[in-house]
């Protein structure tokens, strides 16, 4: 509306509320205290409609999180038939792409850090990783208990959010260990491939 009534300000003036919840660098997303579609309030639209809302109006520094947020929601939302909600087919193949390759890089970065490294035994006797280098079952089970938790965050399937361990006991120094690995894998693989793996160049060429 703001282009078909010649408002340029308004227009300018709502693309500069969008930057904060669709960041494209990683302090920015850090930051941010909304993220998404949760910027246009209540009710709020289908990610499917605001990527596509982004790419009708150019809005190209949104595109990669926009389609990520995409991402996130699953292949049935993505194939979403409903009006507004249908994603161009060259856009879809894309986010459906990077999503898995995505999810892929994070998955071998983690199978990396924990089988390849040694992370140690840890001395706290409440502590998973509370198992000494000679028993090797329990110290196999220890890891894989770690690996199942390392590759995503807080939100299913979502790479860029921050590590839960949810009901597994981890001390606060082997904790603070394993979640900057997962910041470094977050910020140097996940965030860093988002533009490209979802369809446009990197951050800086947006």
Request: glycine content about 10%.
């Given at each position: 509306?703001?282009?078909?009534?010649?408002?340029?300000?308004?227009?300018?003036?709502?693309?500069?509320?969008?930057?904060?919840?669709?960041?494209?660098?990683?302090?920015?997303?850090?930051?941010?205290?909304?993220?998404?579609?949760?910027?246009?309030?209540?009710?709020?639209?289908?990610?499917?409609?605001?990527?596509?809302?982004?790419?009708?109006?150019?809005?190209?520094?949104?595109?990669?999180?926009?389609?990520?947020r995409?991402?996130?929601?699953?292949?049935?939302a993505?194939i979403?038939?409903?009006?507004?909600?249908?994603?161009?087919?060259?856009?879809?193949?894309?986010?459906?792409?990077?999503?898995g390759?995505?999810?892929?890089?994070?998955?071998?970065?983690?199978?990396?850090?924990?089988?390849?490294?040694?992370?140690?035994?840890?001395?706290?006797?409440?502590?998973?990783?509370?198992?000494?280098?000679?028993?090797?079952?329990?110290?196999?089970?220890?890891?894989?208990?770690?690996?199942?938790?390392?590759?995503?965050?807080?939100?299913?399937?979502?790479?860029?959010?921050?590590?839960?361990?949810?009901?597994?006991?981890?001390?606060v120094?082997?904790?603070?260990?394993?979640?900057?690995?997962?910041?470094?894998?977050?910020?140097?693989?996940?965030?860093?491939?988002?533009?490209?793996?979802?369809?446009?160049?990197?951050?800086?060429?947006?």
């Amino acid at each position: 509306m703001a282009i078909k009534y010649g408002f340029s300000d308004v227009r300018e003036a709502l693309i500069e509320d969008l930057k904060g919840a669709y960041p494209s660098k990683w302090e920015d997303f850090v930051a941010a205290r909304v993220l998404g579609e949760d910027v246009f309030g209540s009710p709020k639209p289908h990610p499917n409609a605001v990527l596509n809302l982004f790419l009708e109006q150019n809005i190209k520094f949104a595109l990669p999180f926009a389609a990520y947020r995409a991402g996130l929601c699953g292949l049935r939302a993505l194939i979403s038939d409903n009006p507004g909600n249908v994603l161009p087919r060259v856009t879809l193949a894309s986010v459906v792409h990077g999503m898995g390759m995505i999810r892929q890089m994070m998955t071998h970065a983690t199978y990396g850090f924990i089988y390849k490294r040694d992370l140690g035994v840890c001395p706290d006797r409440s502590c998973v990783l509370n198992a000494g280098v000679n028993h090797t079952g329990a110290r196999r089970e220890a890891l894989n208990k770690i690996f199942d938790v390392m590759p995503f965050g807080e939100r299913e399937g979502d790479m860029l959010s921050p590590l839960s361990f949810g009901t597994l006991r981890v001390c606060v120094i082997c904790a603070k260990r394993l979640e900057k690995i997962h910041l470094g894998c977050r910020r140097e693989l996940a965030w860093a491939a988002l533009p490209s793996l979802l369809g446009w160049r990197d951050w800086e060429g947006l």
